[in-house]
């Protein structure tokens, strides 16, 4: 290569790459949000707050590495995380590559100079994101010329949904879900190359198997890959053997990658095994009616990542640019290789053949195919995509060339007709992510993190916390606390394994979804000595209570049936009900009590927030949940702002008041009550008992809510929407978004 090539080829890397960080960078400015309020998004330092609470999980596990040489704290000498789904925490099983990069690249930063763990975690994926580009070209320039290499760089760096997953605050896998891929085939595929030396072949195999296994160690979704690439090479396999054409070397190539992909899982991380045999089968039942939560409300549902996506989303998501090249670019590859039979096409390029556009046309489809899992899945489509988006144009570009023209500018032509193609399919993309950027906002602000502060500074260290799952992970990160619930939810991924690992007591029945339920009726529940039996049951025992009933029941309804009787009165009077009308012998009895009435219960706090009055709907009807039916109560709610306009009040979601009679209407209905917070001042007015639905007037915030009538006393409407403390639960902290309670004991 000639040192103008080199300098061409170093060019190009650093537009790539360059152009992927500058567009991340952008990100920083919070362009959505007044500059009057940009503070409230960013902490003492000025570094804006992660965009997304699985941020300071992956934080919390790379500052326990950093400090104490493990992600968790070790129990029999296996890693057990206290801190998540406590109690009693669960066994930790999630890929640990994120946290072992960033210490790394910590260790190295302040070899220079002093940099916190904070700034290298949040602008890590900016820098890790569009590295994917680069090997993009690297990947397509084995195939085609630099302008379709170009095309498939920048289009990996401007794809809108990967863009938004790996902006600087955005410290999570997803930047590693698009260049583990690309390096995996593009090593995998080179070794399968005719021509080369069948050394060269061996080492290229076994470095796509160790980075194999190095995505194995990135993402818990690395199986789909896998899986992807031994069909294909056993249809490829199958094929050629039908043809009769000579597969010895396909064969030690192929034999090399999974060898040494296996032998490194074997030696380093055995349970990935055990995920990849038994995951597609724990899938397949999560699907049916052998789901171990088929009887608990699936919060999973909601999670808008795991949610399908429409055409639009589609569109915006991958980039009109990329996914119209790429889908154009597959179906003229297919055309290409038919007509040459796979000859090369150019002799400065690797051939294009029969298991290359097998496995990309696969990968397409497989892509399309898991979009129904959720538009997180995106991802997966992302890299294929890209390739044949990349390597048509180049061809195409060839074929231009190699055409007969008595045109002198030829070249000129062409390399204009080149650019302005490039314009063409990447700015579409930019456009959208100029458009995203304004509604990019972090979850977190500085009331939540002083709320988590406080907790540090003014809790016990075995407090329990009690929040929504969402920011779970934000307090176990930052105020260093257990939590009941966080963002992992059920622990999904764990499902495979827990046949085989003593580590869970209770396999497949725990951790699971079912928290959610509890959470959600102790706020519900208008019953407060109900509400606190739930919240000392989960902070002091976990899930023992429910799975020690259920061994007894066989019944889910029947084991929540008895649990709603007897958490919200005495340990007398529950071991009598128990007994007496539930006929559970005296040892069966006082072995659900130690659960459900512990002598010793654990200290908590529970969190509220603003957030959780829009997510009201679904707290009221998974708090009462019908496990007969296995379905929520779709109970009235919705929630609005209000607009003063002279004597009338109008909100957007349909209340209408007249405020000179009071007259008020919500959807034509007048509502069973009226309850108006203003100037911390309460009042309740009621006016038609015939109505199921009361409205909420919180006039000093300007917002509206409307709820069924059975919620008016209940406590996420007394503690969440009006912020007033009860006879059992005392505010001990609150700014203007966060409550912190504590149980009263002298109330």
């Known amino acids: 290569m000639s040192r103008k090539q080199t300098a061409i080829k170093l060019t190009i890397i650093i537009l790539i790459f360059s152009l992927g960080i500058f567009l991340r960078v952008g990100s920083t400015h919070l362009n959505g949000i007044p500059d009057s309020e940009k503070s409230f998004y960013q902490d003492q330092n000025g570094l804006t707050y992660m965009y997304d609470m699985d941020s300071y999980y992956n934080y919390r596990l790379t500052e326990n590495l950093l400090n104490q040489g493990t992600l968790v704290n070790k129990i029999d000498n296996r890693e057990f995380d206290q801190y998540s789904y406590y109690p009693p925490g669960v066994p930790l099983d999630y890929p640990p590559l994120i946290a072992y990069l960033t210490a790394f690249i910590y260790k190295i930063v302040n070899i220079f100079m002093p940099v916190s763990l904070m700034v290298i975690s949040y602008w890590l994926p900016a820098f890790i994101a569009p ?98 690439l031994l069909i294909s090479m056993v249809i490829f396999f199958i094929w050629t053997k039908f043809k009769r054409q000579n597969i010895k070397t396909f064969s030690l190539v192929i034999l090399s990658f999974l060898g040494i992909f296996i032998l490194l899982s074997l030696l380093f991380n055995y349970y990935n095994l055990l995920k990849l045999i038994f995951g597609p089968l724990t899938l397949l039942n999560l699907s049916s009616a052998q789901n171990p939560w088929i009887d608990w409300p699936n919060v999973y549902t909601v999670i808008s990542e795991l949610q399908p996506p429409g055409l639009p989303e589609l569109i915006l998501g991958i980039g009109p640019g990329l996914l119209g090249l790429g889908l154009l670019g597959l179906i003229s590859m297919g055309f290409i290789i038919k007509i040459n039979g796979g000859d090369d096409h150019n002799k400065d390029h690797k051939p294009l053949n029969g298991f290359f556009y097998l496995f990309l046309v696969l990968w397409v489809i497989i892509g399309f195919f898991a979009l129904s899992e959720g538009i997180r899945f995106l991802l997966l489509l992302i890299p294929p995509l890209a390739i044949s988006a990349g390597i048509a144009t180049g061809l195409g570009i060839e074929m231009i060339t190699s055409a007969k023209s008595d045109s002198s500018n030829k070249k000129v032509i062409i390399a204009a007709a080149s650019v302005i193609l490039l314009i063409l399919v990447v700015l579409p993309s930019i456009l959208v992510i100029n458009g995203n950027l304004s509604n990019l906002n972090p979850r977190m602000n500085d009331d939540l993190w002083d709320a988590g502060e406080w907790i540090s500074q003014n809790t016990s260290e075995n407090t329990v916390v009690i929040s929504s799952w969402v920011y779970g992970h934000f307090f176990t990160g930052i105020a260093h606390r257990p939590v009941v619930f966080d963002g992992r939810l059920g622990y999904i991924e764990t499902l495979p394994l827990r046949s085989y690992d003593d580590a869970y007591q209770f396999g497949d029945k725990s951790p699971s979804t079912s928290r959610e339920y509890w959470i959600d009726k102790a706020l519900s529940t208008s019953n407060e000595t109900l509400s606190a039996g739930i919240f000392e049951m989960l902070t002091s025992s976990g899930d023992f209570a429910q799975l020690t009933l259920d061994n007894y029941t066989h019944n889910t309804t029947r084991t929540v049936e008895i649990l709603n009787q007897i958490l919200g009165v005495n340990k007398e009077n529950a071991r009598n009900f128990l007994i007496d009308q539930q006929n559970f012998t005296q040892d069966q009895a006082e072995n659900i009590l130690q659960y459900t009435h512990p002598l010793n219960p654990k200290p908590f706090v529970l969190v509220t927030d603003k957030s959780m009055i829009s997510n009201g709907y679904w707290i009221s009807n998974w708090g009462e949940w019908n496990f007969n039916l296995r379905k929520a109560g779709n109970y009235s709610y919705s929630y609005g702002t209000i607009t003063l306009n002279g004597d009338q009040l109008k909100t957007d979601d349909g209340v209408i008041m007249n405020l000179t009679d009071n007259n008020i209407q919500w959807g034509n209905k007048t509502p069973f009550c009226v309850i108006t917070k203003k100037d911390d001042k309460i009042e309740k007015c009621y006016i038609n008992d015939t109505s199921n639905f009361c409205i909420i007037l919180l006039m000093d915030e300007n917002e509206s809510v409307i709820i069924d009538k059975r919620f008016e006393n209940s406590i996420f409407t007394q503690m969440v929407i009006l912020r007033r403390s009860t006879e059992d639960f005392k505010s001990v902290y609150e700014n203007e978004n966060v409550v912190i309670w504590r149980r009263d004991f002298n109330g």
């Open 131 to 228: 590295m994917a580009g680069v090997v993009a070209y690297f990947f397509v320039r084995e195939y085609t010329n630099d302008y379709g290499a170009i095309i498939a760089g920048l289009l990996i760096v401007t794809v809108p949904f990967y863009f938004m997953r790996t902006v600087p605050g955005f410290f999570d896998t997803d930047m590693f879900n698009v260049i583990f891929p690309l390096v995996i085939v593009w090593l995998l595929l080179a070794a399968m190359q005719e021509g080369r030396d069948l050394k060269i072949k061996i080492s290229l195999a076994t470095c796509s198997a160790f980075f194999m296994f190095l995505f194995s160690m990135a993402w818990n979704g690395w199986q789909y890959l896998f899986y992807l």
